[in-house]
């Protein structure tokens, strides 16, 4: 839990270095973040809008769909931005969004909503040899709750809106890690076939 200008917000990270080349790894991390399959981690998506804007490397989508977190589940409703920026010595992927309305267990906690903002890194790793390649992947979620000023909200109920969102969101950073890895062993792999 940190302390932000408007308000608390919860933070999350992993970092793995990989060995993979850092091309390959930003490359396929990128592949992640612009696509669908961000959203299988733990949730099922319902259905999905995405445009491309003339920038490069950005990415508009609008979606809804169901998360889970441990046995408890959630339906949002989402807009999001997913925007890549290169740079000499590192890539970098971050991701924008809001939910709302947030329903837990089936009751509708009106006037919630959250924002949910993150980064993925990709840079060579220190431990890399001139023989070896090995790339450095950091990821980061920061979560923080956005309510109405004229709603009020019962405790038990934003203690479960809290503690659900916190595993989610940790169990989702995980997945995008072992997705990325996953993507990138498979790629490894045709590479070797070739």
Not at 93 to 122: C, Q
Request: aromatic share 8%; net charge positive; proline share 3%.
């Amino acid at each position: 839990m940190r302390e932000g200008v408007d308000s608390k917000y919860l933070e999350f990270f992993t970092h793995k270095v990989l060995p993979f080349g850092v091309n390959d790894t930003a490359e396929t991390t990128w592949e992640h973040f612009k696509g669908v399959k961000k959203h299988m981690g733990y949730s099922s998506l319902y259905e999905k809008t995405a445009k491309d804007l003339d920038k490069p490397y950005t990415i508009v989508e609008n979606f809804t769909k169901e998360v889970y977190s441990n046995n408890a589940r959630a339906d949002v409703s989402v807009k999001q931005v997913v925007r890549r920026f290169v740079e000499k010595d590192r890539d970098i992927v971050i991701w924008v969004s809001r939910a709302v309305p947030v329903e837990i267990r089936h009751k509708m906690l009106r006037g919630l909503a959250y924002h949910f903002r993150g980064y993925a890194i990709t840079k060579r790793s220190p431990a890399s040899t001139p023989g070896r390649e090995l790339s450095q992947l950091q990821l980061c979620s920061l979560i923080s709750l956005d309510q109405d000023t004229d709603t009020t909200c019962d405790p038990v109920n934003l203690r479960a809106l809290t503690n659900f969102l916190i595993v989610h969101a940790a169990q989702n950073i995980r997945a995008h890690r072992e997705l990325i890895e996953n993507a990138l062993v498979d790629r490894s792999l045709r590479h070797r076939l070739m």
